[in-house]
């Protein structure tokens, strides 16, 4: 049997989530027999190990009295209170559903010998000599549980710790290592590295360490010292050593053989220098802020300590030998059980943990994670000082230092506020100069691609709290960050300010791929339109710029192979883009962290070439579109063929992106069955007329991403048409979904041929009023989600993301970004943010409102939002102050070209 009671052995908690995590043991007696739970067969008397996580969410902090209270159940209202240490473990039955809110979270699969949880609740944690990584709402220890940190060394991993921002861990010969990890983005790539700072001489070598929520590290030593690391981020520092352990009894074995020092077995400190140890003996210790000396903590126990945590707020959690934890409250002098923990046979997995509660900020696309800074509660608002400035102290580049003068001129802008109000901000309590910039990674590539990191960590507080810090591995990703950081800021003008909240910021994108398309070919865009668009783009971090420049219609590219394209094929001499100008708006787009990918859409849609290139089109009078002679490319001329070669590999050094969208949408066979010649080379080799279209993908694709080396996008007619579409394409290709009515049956289909998807179909900007009331069809928009298909999770990690649609038949350069936006908004949200966080249409509604006047006081054209019929959000009919037809900007509101 299992026994009804766990020991718990190691505590390790941070409260600013309101998660919390435990290690315990519990012992299979009997035969030898299979446990359920950590699904490893165990013999006679072996100790297990699992980990369990308590849900709830922030629960735990809005004064429920039960080992975990669900947000559902608890008012968005309610005062935070600290978590009771008289509550009881809520027991579940095996067979049974428990209400939501009482309910325990197994982590299957897991078998930890060391573990440290972060802030936001995310997990490090070592099993049989490997760290890994678990973020805070994977459900299994396994498959999209835990994620391998394995390092480059024979050696193994015996202790892990960290943050949210850094990791430390211990190899079995001593070595520290140190990985900069934030969160759930953790790039393959994120090597870990020895520890810069040396131990000191006496020190010996790292036996176990613990680190506190913004990277502070506190270490054990192999010779009983106590060491501690203030900045883990940047361990070229000094390393400090605390005062040794009192010495409570002259007892050999408490002692080093090598020292006179009281043997630590376990230590655990917080950012306002708090440090706890346990020695051998089992007494509990306290090394206050500034002091020398230790003091005996908490000796209410009637056994020994074995493990002790103290969080971020100064609340104290310990284990003692007979397996029981305690709770002590933050400046208080006792420490109380808390009560036994419910046995492993009642453990299983929970249904939804609730809704977490909001923090109320306006940043759009809204963050992955979002925590105060310190505490479970806000703070008073930090103020922006005069001076301000955004300060890099890590790598550099040249995206980095473009961005960073940007966005040192919008907040700039927004301190203008302050001087024409004469504010007196710098005499607040709270003041911050410095946003701290650090990008770790120096050997990113300069320009994006679809495997760019554009994760980062964001920590806004005042300089008394050190600071505000922005850290990412790319310079891409602290671009998004500091979008962030600059959506933080408000104008106060009661208190003349402009000030933010002291938030902890964990964020990375949901999907690689989230873009816009743009149609220059129906209707062209001066290149001075397409860079509006751009820097309009980082405003919500979109990063893909999908050109379709050559339609039916016309012909703006300026080919040097092929000259008359653009002579005969463009509007007019001025309606076309040269080389020098495709260049500048590569460039320009790669310093905001955007990517441009070109489609030339064949073979349908090239009734164009017929002006230029009349040979590579198939001659079918009567079937041709617009009345020409000349309709669909022909892929039974051998000119065809060494004309497209010709062509894509001219693109290839015009466009650098590793992707080429090839189109092939809307192919009519009608063309190709009335040339004679056309239907003569079918019969000679036994095809039919709809085999033609696979035909001339296939050997497109051959040369695009054979012969050239580019990824290739298709549109998805090009999926359906082919018998074989993996065959025809190539395992690497991605389709794009365009029709919003197929969009979940063809989702499905692409991804269980193993294919990459984008969804577009459902976020056709150009549609106004598609069955909503004017300005509200972003509401369609946010109630699509790109992974509302039936199929396996595998399936669904095949959506690589989406874009927005702008077609040309009623767009151009006059009026392409109030078209656009606000409601690209609502598909960037999408494409950023974790799905769990989207499903709000209120509450969104609230920010696309505060989103909409941002880019108006930025310059860029956004339109009126139509509001939901929700009193929460007033509609456009609200008249007076506080109407959302009412932004300030708009009354001065002037565009300044970004070029």
């Not at 998660?19 to 315990?24: A, E």
């Not at 989600?785 to 990690?797: I, L, M, R, V, Y």
């Amino acid at each position: 049997h299992i026994s009804s009671e766990c020991e718990a052995v190691e505590f390790r908690d941070k409260h600013l989530a309101g998660t919390l995590w435990y290690q315990i043991h519990f012992t299979i007696m009997g035969c030898q027999r299979k446990n359920t739970l950590s699904e490893r067969w165990s013999v006679l008397a072996m100790v297990c190990t699992m980990v369990l996580h308590v849900a709830g969410g922030t629960g735990a902090y809005m004064g429920g009295t039960v080992a975990c209270v669900s947000q559902d159940q608890v008012d968005d209202n309610t005062p935070n209170v600290p978590l009771s240490p008289a509550y009881t473990w809520t027991r579940e039955d095996v067979m049974n559903t428990s209400p939501v809110g009482t309910k325990w979270t197994e982590r299957t699969g897991c078998a930890p010998t060391s573990l440290d949880v972060t802030p936001l609740g995310h997990a490090w944690a070592v099993q049989t000599g490997t760290a890994y990584f678990f973020p805070a709402d994977a459900t299994e220890c396994s498959g999209d549980g835990w994620v391998d940190l394995t390092f480059n060394s024979t050696d193994t991993i015996q202790d892990i710790c960290g943050s949210d921002i850094v990791a430390f861990a211990i190899t079995t010969s001593g070595t520290l290592l140190r990985r900069i990890g934030i969160s759930a983005a953790l790039p393959a790539g994120t090597a870990w590295v020895v520890a810069e700072a040396p131990l000191p001489p006496a020190a010996g070598h790292v036996t176990r360490c613990t680190a506190t929520a913004r990277g502070k590290i506190v270490v054990i030593t192999s010779t009983g010292q106590i060491l501690a690391l203030p900045n883990g981020t940047r361990t070229t520092g000094a390393w400090s050593t605390l005062a040794p352990l009192p010495r409570t009894r002259a007892d050999a074995a408490q002692l080093h053989p090598s020292s006179t020092n009281n043997i630590p077995i376990a230590v655990s400190g917080n950012d306002a220098s708090n440090v706890l140890a346990v020695d051998a003996g089992g007494t509990l210790w306290r090394l206050a802020p500034q002091s020398e000396t230790w003091a005996r903590a908490y000796a209410t126990s009637t056994s020994k300590w074995l493990s002790v945590d103290i969080d971020s707020a100064g609340n104290v959690w310990a284990v003692d030998a007979n397996g029981s934890v305690f709770h002590g409250v933050a400046g208080g002098s006792t420490i109380v059980a808390v009560g036994g923990m419910p046995a492993p046979s009642c453990v299983r997995v929970s249904a939804s943990m609730g809704k977490m509660a909001e923090i109320p900020i306006s940043v759009l696309p809204r963050p992955a994670s979002v925590a105060y800074a310190d505490k479970s509660h806000p703070t008073a608002p930090v103020v922006l000082a005069v001076d301000f400035r955004l300060a890099n102290v890590g790598a550099s580049s040249d995206v980095l230092t473009s961005a960073l003068a940007r966005y040192q001129s919008l907040v700039n802008s927004t301190m203008g506020f302050v001087s024409r109000l004469h504010g007196n901000h710098d005499k607040a309590a709270q003041v911050c100069t410095t946003l701290s910039v650090r990008v770790i990674d120096t050997t990113t590539s300069p320009s994006p691609s679809m495997d760019t990191d554009e994760s980062y960590w964001l920590v806004t507080q005042s300089d008394a709290n050190g600071g505000s810090t922005l850290v990412a591995h790319t310079a891409f990703g602290a671009l998004r960050g500091l979008e962030t950081f600059s959506q933080l800021l408000q104008k106060n003008a009661t208190a003349r300010v402009v000030q933010f909240l002291a938030l902890n910021i964990t964020d990375a994108p949901r999907f690689p791929f989230r873009g816009l398309m743009v149609d220059p070919a129906r209707r062209f865009l001066p290149i001075q339109a397409l860079h509006a668009v751009v820097d309009s783009m980082v405003y919500a971090k979109l990063n893909v710029l999908h050109i379709h420049a050559t339609d039916d219609q016309s012909w703006p590219l300026v080919m040097e192979t092929f000259p008359d394209m653009a002579t005969k094929g463009a509007f007019s001499p001025d309606h076309v883009y040269t080389p020098a100008d495709i260049a500048k708006l590569i460039d320009f787009a790669r310093m905001r962290g955007v990517r441009v990918i070109v489609e030339v859409d064949m073979p349908g849609h090239s009734s164009i070439l017929s002006l230029a290139k009349p040979e590579v089109v198939t001659e079918c009078p009567g079937t041709a579109p617009y009345g020409l002679s000349h309709g669909t490319i022909d892929p039974t001329k051998n000119a065809t063929w060494q004309y497209i070669e010709a062509l894509f590999t001219e693109l290839s050094k015009r466009f650098p992106d590793e992707y080429v969208f090839l189109g092939g949408d809307e192919v009519t066979t009608a063309c190709w069955a009335a040339n004679a010649n056309v239907t003569a080379w079918l019969k000679q080799r036994g095809m039919e007329v709809t085999e033609l279209q696979a035909y001339f993908e296939k050997r497109l694709a051959g040369i695009v991403h054979g012969t050239l080396g580019r990824e290739v996008i298709v549109w998805q007619e090009v999926f359906q048409t082919a018998a074989d579409p993996v065959g025809t394409l190539g395992q690497s290709a991605i389709v794009d979904i365009w029709k919003g009515s197929e969009l979940p049956g063809v989702l499905a289909q692409v991804t269980s041929a193993g294919l990459r998807a984008l969804v577009s179909g459902c976020w056709y900007l150009d549609l106004i009023n598609d069955g909503t009331a004017w300005g509200r069809e972003w509401i369609n928009y946010y109630n699509c989600d790109p992974t509302n298909f039936n199929g396996t999770e595998a399936q669904k990690k095949l959506v690589v993301g989406g874009h927005g649609a702008i077609w040309g038949e009623a767009c151009d350069g006059s009026n392409i970004l109030p078209r656009i936006w606000p409601r690209l908004a609502a598909t960037a949200e999408k494409l950023w943010t974790p799905a769990a966080h989207t499903r709000d249409v209120t509450a969104f509604a609230r920010r696309l409102h505060q989103f909409r006047c941002m880019l108006l006081a930025r310059g860029i054209a956004a339109s009126p939002v139509g509001a939901l019929s929700d009193p929460a959000v007033p509609d456009d009919t609200t008249i007076g102050p506080g109407s959302v037809s009412f932004c300030s900007a708009d009354v001065d509101f002037a565009y300044v070209p970004p070029y």
